[in-house]
Nanobody, 121 residues
Framework: QVQLVESGGGLVQAGGSLKLSCAASGRTFSSYGMGWFRQAPGKEREFVASISWSGGISYYGDSMKGRFTISRDNAKNTVYLQIDSLKPEDTAVYYC??????????????WGQGTQVTVSS
C-alpha cells in the first residue's frame, strides 16, 4: 500500500513557476512508476507526466512537453513536477499517481488527494 500526499500548489501569476511535490509512504516507493495528472473544472482528468522507478525514463503528455519537468528523489520518497511559464489554462487540480509497474501513461494504482494550482492572467 502506498499513500501519496501532494503539496506546492497555490495561486500564481501567468508566466511564473511552481514546483509540486508528492511525498509517498511505503517501503517500495523506489520500485514504483510515478506520475502526475491534472483535472480542470468541467474537464476530464489529463495525463501530465510519468517517470520510471530509476528516474531514467520519463514521458509527457503531448501538450505538456517543454514547460513541465518531472523528477524524483527515491531517498526522500518524493516525486516532483516543475511547471514553468504558467498559463491560465494550467489551472487545475494536480494529482500524483503511482503504479506498481511502470507504464508510460500511468494506470494509477494509487492516487493522492490533489493540490490546486490557480494561474491568474
Amino acid at each position: 500500500q502506498v499513500q501519496l500526499v501532494e503539496s506546492g500548489g497555490g495561486l500564481v501569476q501567468a508566466g511564473g513557476s511552481l514546483k509540486l511535490s508528492c511525498a509517498a509512504s511505503g517501503r517500495t516507493f523506489s520500485s514504483y512508476g510515478m506520475g502526475w495528472f491534472r483535472q480542470a473544472p468541467g474537464k476530464e482528468r489529463e495525463f501530465v507526466a510519468s517517470i520510471s522507478w530509476s528516474g531514467g525514463i520519463s514521458y509527457y503528455g503531448d501538450s505538456m512537453k517543454g514547460r513541465f519537468t518531472i523528477s524524483r528523489d527515491n531517498a526522500k520518497n518524493t516525486v516532483y513536477l516543475q511547471i514553468d511559464s504558467l498559463k491560465p489554462e494550467d489551472t487545475a487540480v494536480y494529482y500524483c499517481a503511482a503504479d506498481r509497474v511502470f507504464r508510460p501513461t500511468m494506470r494509477g494504482d494509487y492516487w493522492g488527494q490533489g493540490t490546486q494550482v490557480t494561474v491568474s492572467s
